[in-house]
């Protein structure tokens, strides 16, 4: 992303709407569509959510998520999902997307998704996703983009007045501060049976809980702040306000119509319809405002907040001058304040920082001290004091942080005891510290520091939703925690739940009681785990820490597999639909290593030729290998930069198969294998995919193919030896290399011979030499056909060949 014009992107699209129109959804699937790709939303919320939406269709291994706090980034990912503010500026992506983007009006962090509307572009396209309050921004500033109207897709209508008691099922209320949202919540409990309770406060891991306690129906309300507001995904038929003002950061005001719109609009999800109303402590909204929601007209923005991006580090001083300038633009206003600034005011102000701050560097690291967030918010001048002692610390010696200073700092919100507020309190103080340990340089021993920060900050989120549970939902509404017992001399009596006996191989139980894991602790231990934690056997049962958890079954078609859980019924609604969303994830990166990486979405796009996507769909539909009769007309159709693209993502054009490179290595056919068996329901023959050659009679009428495994001279080779001995066969060298593979193979006499025969000949050259060679009554030649391509040992990447020169599938 740049915002350089040689890299500015072909097609730059804003799509402005109401919520539920579906926006977000379309963006996905676009982004999908391309190689590689950036989102970036509003909340860390709603990155985990399409973080999790996403790795369910590709895959774990192809995503990488970016917050401020968490940070989970595999080798090579295609595709990432961010907060705005954490979005790799300077990493070239092919789709680029920023969701509410009208929150460039917003007074604190407007500033960030202005910067990202005049700079953030995709190589080839960008996409803007917010209110229609900013269409004429958006044409004034980008006047080449394509602007569409995204339209709702349920009617939204106003109730009028609401009483706790009167509210209908699969209702959301919602405040505006803590301490409103708890008394609500109780209120509720006691009408009700419980409640869920979202906050922006909390941690991933409690809103996760939380909500998909309330999404599988074990209650049937939530109270929440306008966290709801931006985005997340509910089941909600009806939304009241508890509140019409806020607080937002400086004095408390009135909501302005969009705004409660933007939550408002969280009632009515698809294509079912949604209410609002006002709890009867309040005044009715006026038929103004009830108009402007019902129709979404609201007046356009006028303004974006602002922020000079072209630094002076020079000195304190020219920082704070050139954070500080006035912008040329009408369509901009100046931000009015920002932490950060506020940091960097107050401690350019101390002596012992103006010593230290008086080189370039120095004064860059002190600007990225202060953008450290102030989770803890109330607290500024606790804040600054931590943040002078970092600077002074990272600007002293070995530029690192202390390691005994960050214990003493980070030890104490080890400690999973007390109430909500006490633990909201340290969550929001170890997010602090999560922040500083992903920052590189400061620390020594940086991932061990992150790994505890998390650990904490899982525990007391573990803690905090089983605070709220216990506080906000009756047991007679929902059936008691379900605990993993850690010590093996005491496991669950009788029992052959997993909850046994997983139990028993937890290690360090993150429990309150030291002794046992909820339901709720467990399942958040596998949706955090990565994907080398899990065990999938030839048969697709998965397991975790050494115990099945559930198993892979038949699908559309092998590259679908479903899932089942293991003994189903002990997991509630909301425990499995997380695990059941974690677990998907995981077989998408099943398939994906079974096509050897080959990223087929990718050519999915209307961009692409339909011969491009005809090709990507037969590897897709082949796991990663076709024959060339399947793939030769389409190769020949498409022009050159598309097959070098093909070639750059491992696919190759071999004797007989068209084919991924990596598809090909013995970790991909036993994927292969699994999912086959899966599909057809039927056990592999014994020795598959390990053996090189199996007898034809072994395959019991399961086509060799689909095993990876091609039938030549009355057995079945796999396919990478096929590949092998038919390059080979082309070496002017090839008898070197072919003979001593055949006896590794023990390939004898006949057989030997017919396989050799229908690879392109015996061990002579062409059909017609060998019928000149017997009417010279002569004996068949030893020597391979001249010409081809050098061999290549099993899986290797053999150079691509041109269209045309491939044999069919025999």
């Known amino acids: ?127 803007f996703l917010g ?69 922006g406060a909390l941690s991933p891991r409690t809103r996760n809980a939380q909500v998909a306690m309330y999404q599988a129906g074990e209650v049937q309300y939530l109270v929440a702040t306008d966290a709801i507001g931006m985005g997340l995904n509910l089941d909600l038929n009806h939304v009241a306000f508890a509140a019409l003002s806020k607080f937002d950061g400086s004095e408390p005001r009135d909501l302005f119509p969009d705004e409660l719109a933007q939550i408002a609009g969280r009632a009515g999800r698809h294509l079912n319809d949604g209410s609002f109303a006002t709890l009867n402590t309040l005044p009715e909204l006026s038929p103004r405002v009830v108009s402007a929601i019902e129709t979404h007209r609201f007046p356009a923005i006028q ?26 633009h009408h369509a901009f206003v100046r931000v009015e304040r920002a932490d950060d600034f506020d940091a960097l005011r107050h401690l350019s102000s101390l002596p012992a920082i103006q010593d230290v ?91 061990a520091w992150q790994e505890r920060t998390r650990r904490i900050e899982d525990a007391l989120g573990d803690a905090l939703h089983e605070r709220l549970v216990e506080r906000f939902v009756q047991r007679a509404a929902r059936r008691s925690p379900r605990r993993f017992v850690r010590n093996p001399a005491r496991p669950l009596a009788g029992s052959d739940s997993p909850f046994a006996k997983l139990g028993l191989l937890l290690g360090e139980v993150p429990g309150t009681d030291g002794t046992a894991m909820t339901e709720e602790q467990f399942v958040q231990r596998v949706v955090d785990a990565t994907h080398d934690a899990f065990q999938v056997d030839a048969v697709g049962t998965i397991s975790f820490e050494g115990e099945p ?27 499995r639909r997380q695990l059941e969303r974690r677990l998907m994830a995981l077989a998408r990166d099943l398939v994906t290593e079974a096509m050897g990486g080959f990223p087929s979405e990718s050519f999915a796009g209307a961009g692409r030729s339909g011969a491009a996507r005809g090709l990507a769909y037969r590897l897709a539909e082949g796991l990663g290998v076709i024959s060339q009769a399947e793939a030769h007309e389409q190769w020949r159709l498409l022009d050159e930069e598309t097959r070098e693209r093909f070639r750059a993502l491992g696919v190759r054009e071999g004797q007989r198969f068209f084919y991924v490179a990596n598809a090909l290595t013995p970790h991909a056919l036993e994927r292969r294998c699994m999912l086959t068996a899966l599909f057809h329901q039927r056990l592999v023959p014994p020795g598959a995919p390990r053996e090189p050659v199996l007898e034809v009679a ?30 080979a066969l082309r070496h002017p060298q090839g008898a070197r290399q072919v003979q001593p593979l055949m006896q590794e193979l023990r390939l004898e006499g006949g057989v030997h011979r017919r396989v050799l025969r229908e690879l392109g000949g015996p061990a002579g050259g062409t059909p017609a030499k060998r019928r000149r060679r017997r009417r010279g009554g002569k004996p068949p030649a030893t020597a391979p056909e001249k010409g081809g391509a050098r061999g290549a040992p099993a899986g290797a990447q053999p150079p691509p060949r041109r269209s045309g020169t491939g044999e069919g599938s025999g």
């Open 357 to 447: 701050a008086t080189d370039r560097g120095m004064v860059e690291l002190l600007w990225q001290v202060c953008q450290v967030p102030d989770f803890r918010k109330g607290l500024f001048g606790l804040h600054v004091s931590l943040l002078r002692d970092t600077f002074l610390q990272l600007s002293a010696g070995d530029g690192r942080l202390d390691a005994g200073w960050l214990a003493r700092q980070v030890s104490p919100l080890d400690d999973v005891s007390g109430d909500i507020h006490t633990l909201m309190d340290r969550l929001a103080a170890i997010r602090i510290w999560t922040y500083i340990s992903h920052r590189p340089g400061w620390l020594d021993d940086a991932e």
């Open 698 to 727: 072994a395959l019991e009428g399961l086509s060799a193919r689909v095993l990876g495994y091609e039938v030549l001279g009355g057995v079945a080779l796999r396919i990478d030896i096929v590949e092998r001995l038919g390059e």
């Open 131 to 199: 209110a229609e309050t900013m269409r004429p921004m958006v044409q004034s500033l980008i006047p080449q983009a394509s602007l569409k109207r995204a339209t709702r897709l349920s009617q939204l209508r106003y109730a009028g007045h609401r009483s706790l008691k009167s509210l209908p099922p699969r209702s959301a209320v919602v405040a505006f501060s803590a301490d409103r949202v708890y008394e609500l919540a109780e209120a509720l409990r006691r009408l009700r049976g419980g409640v869920a309770v979202v906050l």
């Open 303 to 328: 303004s974006l907040i602002w922020r000079n991006a072209s630094l002076d580090f020079t000195s304190p001083e020219s920082l704070l001058d050139s954070l500080s300038q006035a912008p040329r």
């Open 549 to 575: 958890l559930a198993r892979l079954v038949r699908g559309k078609d092998r590259r679908s597999p479903q899932l089942a859980l293991t003994e189903s019924e002990v997991w509630t609604g909301g425990a």
């Open 1 to 127: 992303m740049t915002s350089s014009p040689s890299h500015r992107s072909s097609v730059v699209v804003a799509e402005l709407g109401p919520t539920n129109t579906g926006k977000t959804h379309r963006a996905i699937e676009r982004m999908l569509e391309h190689d590689s790709g950036i989102m970036g939303l509003p909340l860390r919320l709603l990155a985990r959510e399409v973080y999790d939406r996403v790795t369910a269709r590709v895959g774990e291994g192809r995503v990488a998520l970016m917050t401020g706090e968490e940070k989970r980034v595999p080798p090579r990912p295609d595709y990432w999902i961010c907060t705005v503010e954490a979005m790799p500026t300077d990493r070239p992506v092919d789709f680029l997307a920023v969701d509410e983007i009208q929150l460039a009006a917003h007074r604190e962090r407007g500033h960030v998704f202005t910067d990202r509307l005049l700079h953030a572009r995709g190589l080839k396209e960008t996409w």
